[in-house]
């Protein structure tokens, strides 16, 4: 079935540095792809998406590329802050149609001052 | 725009009391579910909704019940709640279940049954 696999956490980080967060799939079809973040306390919310192949997807700072190749959809940011500092889900769909998101088991970040 | 609302945000029962988790959207979407997430676990489907009056089993439905009676609400019952249920609680909604529709989820329900 399908499936979601991102790095395993927690991630600390200092303000200003590069974030990368692994994200790798496994989807018959051509899923549509997500990332979302949940800060403490709070429910899950759509950071940004990619519906097909080579699409980047963008939003705050984050960017995300859709990689068929490689079955990959990695999320970076060039600078964090500390307000960034929650847990990041990695999640597809599949086009055809499903009942769910299938997500990955998320990763904490954390970016200290 | 409140989008999805889930209550109560937190709640304390004993085993084998009842419950129903409330979960409202305004968005007139379509499909509507519930998530619970566990540590280490991640997020895993109870049960979904494509429209009123269509409700079907998610993953792990057992001990929980839902209907969907009008478009914006989706409740989920606890029949007989059990300590394995203790978890935090996401209702979501998008306006299809096909392709590219991303979830709105709302704040979660945190329960505790002991």
């Known amino acids: 079935g399908d499936s979601v696999t991102q790095m395993e956490g927690p991630v600390t980080l200092s303000e200003e540095a590069f974030l990368t967060i692994n994200c790798t799939y496994t989807?018959?079809?051509?899923?549509?792809l997500f990332w979302y973040v949940q800060y403490p306390g709070e429910g899950l919310q759509l950071l940004l998406k990619?519906?097909?192949?080579?699409d980047k997807g963008s939003n705050k700072g984050f960017e995300a590329t859709y990689r068929k190749e490689t079955t990959s959809f990695h999320l970076e940011k060039g600078s964090v802050q500390v307000s960034d500092s929650a847990v990041y889900f990695c999640?597809?769909?599949?086009?055809?149609?499903?009942?769910?998101?299938?997500f990955g088991k998320g990763t904490k970040l954390t970016v200290n001052p | 725009n409140a989008g999805v609302t889930q209550t109560p945000k937190f709640q304390v029962l004993k085993t084998g009391q009842s419950m129903t988790l409330q979960c409202a959207q305004d968005?007139?979407?379509?499909?509507m579910s519930w998530y619970r997430q566990d540590p280490g676990m991640g997020l895993r489907l109870i049960h979904y909704?494509?429209?009123?009056?269509?409700?079907d089993q998610g993953e792990v439905p057992n001990g929980y019940n839902v209907s969907r009676s009008t478009t914006e609400d989706f409740p989920l019952r606890l029949l007989s709640a059990a300590p394995s249920q203790t978890s935090v609680y996401f209702c979501?909604?998008?306006?299809?279940?096909?392709?590219?529709?991303?979830?709105?989820f709302g704040n979660g329900t945190r329960l505790t049954v002991t």
């Open positions: 989807a018959t079809g051509y899923p549509s």
């Open positions: 909704s494509v429209g009123a009056g269509i409700t």
């Open positions: 990619a519906t097909k192949a080579d």
């Open positions: 999640a597809l769909r599949n086009q055809g149609g499903s009942e769910k998101l299938v």
């Open positions: 968005m007139n979407h379509e499909y």
């Open positions: 979501a909604s998008s306006y299809s279940m096909y392709g590219d529709s991303p979830l709105h």
